[in-house]
């Protein structure tokens, strides 16, 4: 038997050349957002990115579907989009929504990060006293256990101490004050007479997105909060949200103004309060009564 | 040109030169590493700075990449035809038409400290070939530094086999001669050197009439395998301008060596069974038969260097000015997968024996070197074989760390602006996508590899079967590890001046432990 014959191998080479030079251009093309239109016209497409913070969450583009998240997979990534404006709704039973309005450039990705606080929070009461029960001592008389003595709750001296301190800012301490503002990784809110407006004060090439529309960014985003705030800071674990104390309640905003900022509610109530300790928790105080929230 | 009487011929290394030629020939061994680090760090620096650039290079890449394995996929499917069509050949029918009786064959069997078993096993393969034992000679090419074990075991064999084989010579390559390098390169050129003095030159034998098998200790001769040689020898039109390659297939110990051992083995295996199909590429490797004639006018294996299986085709091919070239024989001998008692030390010992492998990077310089000092051949040629092989290097050292490892660096180090393209959010996709279509090629590998398996033995569990098929899901790992980072460290050692020894590949058999 003989080897592959030369001509086999120069035909065999010219037909995978040809495959790789026309398959080059189309790939790029196709990578970079061009597609063909019904008309067969090359048009440019953009894209969508969906940050979703749980699984089995509905993400809709324009009422449609596009994915229900899993746990392997929270994120929606949708091309192929034509460059005009799209409503994304992101919703699951039990979760507040969560919709935005944004416009899809061409050959760009439009990103978005959305939050679903629960429809209930969940609020676990810190009681001022705790039970401790004492300890019995083995004797060689027999005695009756004494009943559990109220002590006072360490953790909830803590909590209460943070609504009183004033004299940290939020780069330094780990919990929120009422001080006027707040820097988190470069990213400066300020309450200017009730009002949040933040900026950036990084570099021009780290700015985040929702700065941004196409190749402007602007200097400064006011957070709408309909009245003015009492009290604020960055929500745990994200920077593009900001809780608020308003007359009405505790509320998260998010930061983006890319179309009207996303606002759920944490808690309803007058005169209410809240702290957030360590980035990770959230403390609620109602009069004397002081919560942790679990989300 | 006699470019072997020329003081070049023999150069192991650029210190081996000096004044011009030496810096000419060190920036040739800075070439291959050069161009590897060149490639990646300009892949790394690309993707920093232009990303989008970077980002089309490598879907470029990546589509290059899948053209190139349907290719060579080709060639490998072609050859695994050709293969079986001539294990199924009898060859003793084929040659009975030829007058061949005048033929020996020397068959070297370089032997450093290998166990008793390992030998035997070679020689009983080599007693069990179909061809007239009476026209073999057998040259056991020990070592003095391995001691009297090893001396023991030579005696031993010599015992057993001398009166079977036309003639069986055992040497001694003595240690620590000056100007030789330690290993099998100059092992067996003293083998054969002695080979002539005491068995050629008394018994008058012709030097053009001896076929050199230079086998590796471990080198286990199908059955036919010397008459499909001879065939081919006295077919093609002058045999002193030719070496013949077999295939090495990695058969003795499959069924004991791990995986990990056997995917890295079957893929060295495979990579010869293509260029097999691609003989204009193919140098010699690993154990290749040549005639001695040919050895002779040039003066044997070079000593001071250790990539000498190559070294020699080249040697031949710049001695007779261009025209020497390799005939894929596409019959196999058979070879031990790596295996040591650990794992671990299996592994290790793949990295170091695919590290010496790679360590061929440093016939780049001396072809380099040779094809600017020999203008008698044509420069096409020249050309040809320089882009030939300098691609295949850099390929090795690049290609799987391109496509396994830096296909994702645009989006990592593209910065804020890149992210936000589509390009930025299509490329993990499509380089993901166009490494799946490439990877159905395993698959492909996967028949092959069972097609050519050994009978199981019987104390080998069923699924054992199904393991061997499964393994193949390790290419991509195995490919990075024991073919890319090895043949860069190679290529960087080189870049350096840091030269290699040989590295004696450690033969062990699980069955002398049981």
Redesign the interface.
Known sequence: ?K??SIQK?RI??TL??L??IV??PI??L????YRLNSALNIIR???L?ISVPYSGVSVFVNDQIVRQTSVFQKNV?V?NLRPESYTIRVEKDGLQLWSKELIVSP???T?AYSFLLPEAALFIEITEFVEVATTSQATTTPRTTPPPKPQKNALYTDIMNLFVSTSTTATNIKATTTEDIKIKRKLSVENRNGTLVVSWEGDI???P?YFCVASECKEEIVINTGSPVKTFDFFPGRDDLVIVTISQGVYVFEIDDRSAQNFQLLKLGQGIDFRVKSNDSIYIKDGLKLYSVSL | MNYHLTPYFRVGRASDLSGKDRLIYRALEILPGALSWGTILGTIMASFFVPVWAAYFIIAFDLYWLMKNGYLAIHLRHNWKRIKHNLATDWAERVSHLKYEHLLHLIILPFYKEDLSVVEESMEALLNTEYDKNRMAIVLASEESAGDEASLISKAIEDKYADKFGHFLVTKHPAGTPGEMAGKGSNISYAAEQSRVKILDPNNISYGDVIVSAFDVDTVAYKQYFLCLTWNFLNVSDPHKVSFQPVPFYNNNVWEAPALSRVVAASSTFWQMIQQERPEKLATFSSHSVSFKSLYEIGYWQKNMVSEDSRIFWNLFLARDGDYSVVPISYPVSMDANLAPKFFQTAKNIYKQHRRWSWGAENIPYMLFGFLKNKSIPFRTRLRMSIVQVEGFWSLATNPLLIFLLGWLPVVLGGVSFNSTILSYNLPFVTRNLMIVSMLGLVLTAIIFMSFLPPKPLREKKRSRFYMGIQWILVPFTIVVFGAIPGLDAQTRLMFGKYMGFWVTPKYRKEKQQ
């Open positions: 038997m080897p592959l191998r065999y080479f995978f050349a495959a790789f398959g080059i790939l790029i196709y990578s970079t957002g497409t953009g894209g990115y990534f091309q050959q760009t990705v990103e090439s780290a700015i997105h």
